[in-house]
T-cell receptor, first 114, second 110 residues
Framework: EAQVTQNPRYLITVTGKKLTVTCSQN?????MSWYRQDPGLGLRQIYY???????DKGDVPEGYKVSRKEKRNFPLILESPSPNQTSLYFC?????????????FGNGTRLTVT | QKEVEQNSGPLSVPEGAIASLNCTYS??????FFWYRQYSGKSPELIMF????GDKEDGRFTAQLNKASQYVSLLIRDSQPSDSATYLC??????????FGTGTRLTVIP
C-alpha cells in the first residue's frame, strides 16, 4: 500500500530531551516536507526536501533539524525540545519537487513537551 | 494580509443540501489550488486540485477557480454526515511556495 509512515503517533517528553520523529514513504517521491498544525494557525511548513541531500527551511524552522540521506526517509529532529513545540506534526511527500504536485500526508505525530 | 484566507466556520448544512466552501488568496501569480479534507484527529487528504479558470467536477465535488477575483471554492452536492470535517484550501504562489488556509469546519446535520 502506498503510504507515508510516521512514528511515533504520540510522544510526551520533557524540556531539553532530544527526540526524533521518523518519516518514511514508499512511493519513490522526490519531495518531502514537515508541517506543524496548531489551532487557529493552520498548517505551517517547518522544513522541506526537494531530493536526497537537499533540504531547506520552511516558515518555522527554529528549533528543528532534518536530514535526507535516503530518498524514502526524512526524519525530524528536535535537539532541545521546548513547550512551544507542543503541536501536531505531519510529514508529507509528493511525486515531483514542485508545489504543483499534490501532497500525501502521514498519520501525524502528537507531541507534548512538558 | 494572509496568503490564503478561509472562513473558519463552523458551516452547518442539512443533509442533502449543497455546501459551499470559499477561499481567497493574495498572490495574483498563484498557479495551483488544492482542497484537502481533514477529519478530527486525522491527517489531511486530497479531495481535488485545479489549475485553470472554471469548474472541475469529481463526483459530488466541484472546484471553481476565478483567478481574476483570486477566489477558489469547493461545492459539495448532496452533502452527507460523513462530509463533516475541516476543509483546507492550499495555494501555490507565483514564487513556488505552498500556503494553507486555516480551514473551514463543515457540519452536515442529518
Amino acid at each position: 500500500e502506498a503510504q507515508v509512515t510516521q512514528n511515533p503517533r504520540y510522544l510526551i517528553t520533557v524540556t531539553g530531551k532530544k527526540l526524533t520523529v521518523t518519516c518514511s514513504q514508499n512511493m519513490n517521491h522526490e519531495y518531502m516536507s514537515w508541517y506543524r498544525q496548531d489551532p487557529g494557525l493552520g498548517l505551517r511548513q517547518i522544513y522541506y526536501s526537494m531530493n536526497v541531500e537537499v533540504t531547506d527551511k520552511g516558515d518555522v524552522p527554529e528549533g528543528y533539524k532534518v536530514s535526507r540521506k535516503e530518498k524514502r526517509n526524512f526524519p525530524l529532529i528536535l535537539e532541545s525540545p521546548s513547550p512551544n513545540q507542543t503541536s501536531l506534526y505531519f510529514c508529507a511527500s509528493s511525486l515531483w519537487a514542485t508545489y504543483n504536485s499534490p501532497l500525501h500526508f502521514g498519520n501525524g505525530t502528537r507531541l507534548t513537551v512538558t | 494580509q494572509k496568503e490564503v484566507e478561509q472562513n473558519s466556520g463552523p458551516l452547518s448544512v442539512p443533509e442533502g443540501a449543497i455546501a459551499s466552501l470559499n477561499c481567497t488568496y493574495s498572490d495574483r501569480g498563484s498557479q495551483s489550488f488544492f482542497w484537502y479534507r481533514q477529519y478530527s484527529g486525522k491527517s489531511p487528504e486530497l479531495i481535488m486540485f485545479i489549475y485553470s479558470n472554471g469548474d472541475k467536477e469529481d463526483g459530488r465535488f466541484t472546484a471553481q477557480l476565478n483567478k481574476a477575483s483570486q477566489y477558489v471554492s469547493l461545492l459539495i452536492r448532496d452533502s452527507q454526515p460523513s462530509d463533516s470535517a475541516t476543509y483546507l484550501c492550499a495555494v501555490t504562489t507565483g514564487a513556488n511556495n505552498l500556503f494553507f488556509g486555516t480551514g473551514t469546519r463543515l457540519t452536515v446535520i442529518p
